[in-house]
C-alpha cells in the first residue's frame, strides 16, 4: 500500500500562486493513477485534476488553462501548481491514488492524504 502526505497550501492574494505536493512512501507512485481533488466548507469533495499512470495530466473544466499537474519519479512526488488563483479556489485539497484513472477520478481512490488548507483572499 502507498501512503500519501500534502503539504503546500496556505494563505495567498486572489492572482497568486501556490504549489501543492502529494508525497507517497511505502511504494512508488508511479504505480498509481493519482488525482486532486478540494472540498470547500459546506460543498462536497470535488474533482481537481489527475495525472495517469502513464503520466498523461487531465482537468476539470474549473482549473483548465490555471493549474498543473505532474509527477517526479524520483521524488515519489505528485505535485499541483496552481497560478492565477481565485477565492472560490478556497478549500482543502487531498490527493489520492487508485489502480487506474477512472478510478482515481471518480473519487473512489483507495489511498488518501489528510488534505492541506488553500485560503485564497480577495
Known amino acids: 500500500q502507498v501512503q500519501l502526505v500534502e503539504s503546500g497550501g496556505g494563505l495567498v492574494q486572489a492572482g497568486g500562486s501556490l504549489r501543492l505536493s502529494c508525497a507517497a512512501s511505502?511504494?512508488?507512485?508511479?504505480?498509481?493513477?493519482v488525482g486532486w481533488f478540494r472540498q470547500a466548507p459546506g460543498k462536497e469533495r470535488g474533482y481537481v485534476s489527475a495525472?495517469?499512470?502513464?503520466?498523461?495530466?487531465f482537468y476539470a473544466d474549473s482549473v483548465k488553462g490555471r493549474f498543473t499537474i505532474s509527477r517526479d519519479n524520483a521524488k515519489n512526488t505528485v505535485y499541483l501548481e496552481m497560478n492565477s488563483l481565485r477565492p472560490e479556489d478556497t478549500a482543502v485539497y487531498y490527493c489520492?491514488?487508485?489502480?487506474?484513472?477512472?478510478?482515481?477520478?471518480?473519487?473512489?481512490?483507495?489511498?488518501w492524504g489528510q488534505g492541506t488548507q488553500v485560503t485564497v483572499s480577495s
Open positions: 495525472i495517469s499512470l502513464r503520466g498523461s495530466p
Open positions: 489520492a491514488a487508485a489502480d487506474d484513472l477512472l478510478t482515481v477520478v471518480a473519487g473512489r481512490g483507495r489511498y
Open positions: 511505502g511504494r512508488t507512485v508511479s504505480s498509481y493513477a
